[in-house]
């Protein structure tokens, strides 16, 4: 069972055949009950998170969702988080030490950077950023703990070369962490390229209904240990209902992704002929700077990416967001619906600064029939003509 398609149906479901049922139980539990002393010993020496004992140590269902999402990335091991921002922060925190040192890149996902400029501050944690291999390269030294990347950044979509990151982290010793919610490990295959800790917003992609908060993180044992310690320590646990319906997520995934794919391509190609668009952020176009790095890196493009809309005042703007009927306006993505987001929340986002009057959106491109999607865009943009 060496194809992603093929895991992403058969992975698991171990649990389903005791219960006669194509799917595995939906199992909550606060408490979990032994039939022995002997039991209840054992499960305490196993891992959390992968041996039941208490319902903060996960269920059945959790644990299914884990060895699903471990299967598909090719890790050893999986912890499911509460949502993707406690699995970025409890990566970040586990490898925080006061007097040690923590490498960013720059422009990631604004409340990561909101929480390393606050809180890892205030743990006497060193925080430094850094945009490419070459800044990496001669700020690491022998007190950096943790080097962490997203790919691409969050609205600038941005792309490092990831393979050179790891490279650099590997000949230092120091461990690689890197949010990878876009490509899910259907286009991104995160840990062949040296990536020791490989995150994910399961919220997006991998549930894809909009109606779940959820992450995981992927790993060996032993780049995993300190994060499980921490989100043990933390409470930091995953619900079995979120985990169960990402679980019916994973079944669809890459049959999803391929028609995202397929209309982010179609409707980014019709809008670089839109003269309302001054730029398109988007590494899977071939006239992107990053185009080469994404072909390396990524065997697929999902639907979100940004556009740069010409100048126009504040009333105008809202007009042509307003007037967009398929279109939801919303700050997610990785649904099955199409949404936009105006990128000018500087207080969220606060790693880019946006020119004068110029319109950072990010559109995430959904299911809907990609001709509908132009003909609502092309509606829209007619509002900034007038
Ligand atoms: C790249 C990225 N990482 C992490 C997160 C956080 O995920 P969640 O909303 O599940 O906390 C998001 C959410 O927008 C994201 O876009």
Request: glycine letters at 6%; a neutral charge; charged letters at 15%.
């Amino acid at each position: 069972m060496n194809n992603i398609s093929t895991k992403l149906i058969h992975q698991g479901r171990e649990q389903a055949t005791a219960s006669f049922s194509v799917n595995p139980p939906l199992v909550r539990a606060s408490t979990t009950v032994f039939p022995d002393l002997a039991s209840y010993k054992a499960s305490y020496q196993g891992l959390a998170f992968e041996t039941p004992r208490y319902g903060r140590s996960g269920t059945s269902t959790v644990m299914e969702f884990q060895s699903a999402m471990a299967a598909i990335s090719n890790a050893e091991s999986c912890i499911a988080t509460s949502c993707g921002l406690t699995a970025c922060l409890s990566v970040l925190a586990a490898y925080a030490k006061p007097g040690r040192q923590i490498l960013i890149q720059r422009d990631v996902y604004g409340p990561v950077k909101a929480f390393a400029d606050s809180e890892l501050a205030q743990l006497g944690v060193e925080v430094e950023y850094f945009a490419n291999e070459q800044e990496l390269d001669s700020l690491i030294d022998n007190h950096t703990s943790l080097i962490y990347t997203e790919v691409p950044t969050s609205l600038t979509m941005k792309l490092i070369d990831i393979k050179k990151i790891s490279a650099i982290a590997k000949s230092h010793q120091v461990p690689h962490a890197c949010d990878a919610t876009w490509g899910t490990p259907v286009f991104f295959d995160a840990h062949r390229f040296g990536i020791n800790l490989a995150i994910h917003a399961a919220t997006k992609y991998i549930n894809g209904h909009s109606d779940v908060l959820l992450g995981a993180i992927t790993g060996s044992y032993q780049d995993l240990q300190l994060v499980r310690d921490y989100c043990q320590l933390h409470g930091n646990y995953a619900a079995p209902d979120s985990c169960w319906l990402a679980l019916r997520g994973l079944r669809t995934l890459s049959v999803r992704l391929a028609r995202h794919q397929q209309n982010a391509l179609y409707i980014a190609s019709w809008l670089k002929a839109q003269p309302q668009v001054q730029q398109l952020l988007f590494p899977a176009l071939p006239e992107s700077p990053d185009y080469q790095l994404w072909q390396q890196l990524f065997s697929g493009a999902a639907g979100p990416f940004s556009i740069e809309l010409v100048p126009c005042d504040d009333k105008q703007f809202e007009r042509f967001i307003n007037s967009l009927t398929l279109f939801g306006i919303g700050t997610s993505w990785g649904g099955f619906e199409s949404l936009i987001m105006p990128a000018v929340p500087h207080h969220l986002r606060a790693t880019t600064t946006q020119k004068h009057q110029k319109r950072l959106v990010r559109l995430h491109i959904g299911l809907e029939d990609k001709q509908d999607l132009c003909d609502d865009l092309q509606r829209a943009f007619k509002t900034l003509a007038k």
